[in-house]
């Protein structure tokens, strides 16, 4: 058994973690003094750079959890969401929005799950530990 994990600046986690055509990576904003759109900017660009690292793209995202620090904020989500994942519904992954605490400051987080290429065909990366 091959997983792939990419670390993150805190221990006992990983950022993003592949096994055989699957991904699981979570994304959030870069600054947390951010205001709303721009974390939600952020995190859709965190998001697509950690899917296209794994060998995998928006385009094969399965599933969304999008946590919010206020559920208020779901249409302005819903208005960025909208335009970057594009128009085509067979495109669309499932999503589920819900509001919780985040770390201080920031007001949303994206955890996803992805089909990617299998591990045997997903290209070495910097910075990721193997484990068996």
């Known amino acids: 058994m091959h997983v792939d994990r990419w670390p993150i600046n805190g221990k006992g986690r990983s950022r993003t ?15 947390s003094q951010a205001s709303f759109e721009v974390q939600v900017s952020q995190s859709l660009q965190m998001l697509e750079a950690h899917l296209k690292e794994a060998g995998s793209a928006r385009t094969h995202l399965l ?7 206020d559920i208020a904020n779901r249409p302005a989500f819903d208005d960025q969401w909208q335009e970057w994942i594009g128009p085509n519904p067979e495109q669309w992954p499932q999503r589920a929005c819900f509001q919780s605490g985040l770390a201080p400051g920031l007001q949303i987080e994206l955890i996803a799950v992805a089909a ?17």
Request: no cysteine; net charge positive.
């Open 17 to 31: 973690v592949a096994y055989s055509n699957l991904v699981w990576t979570v994304a959030n904003a870069t600054d």
């Open 63 to 69: 599933s969304l959890q999008v946590i919010l620090t």
């Open 116 to 132: 990617s290429a299998s591990a045997s065909q997903r290209s070495a990366n910097a910075g990721r530990s193997k484990a068996s």
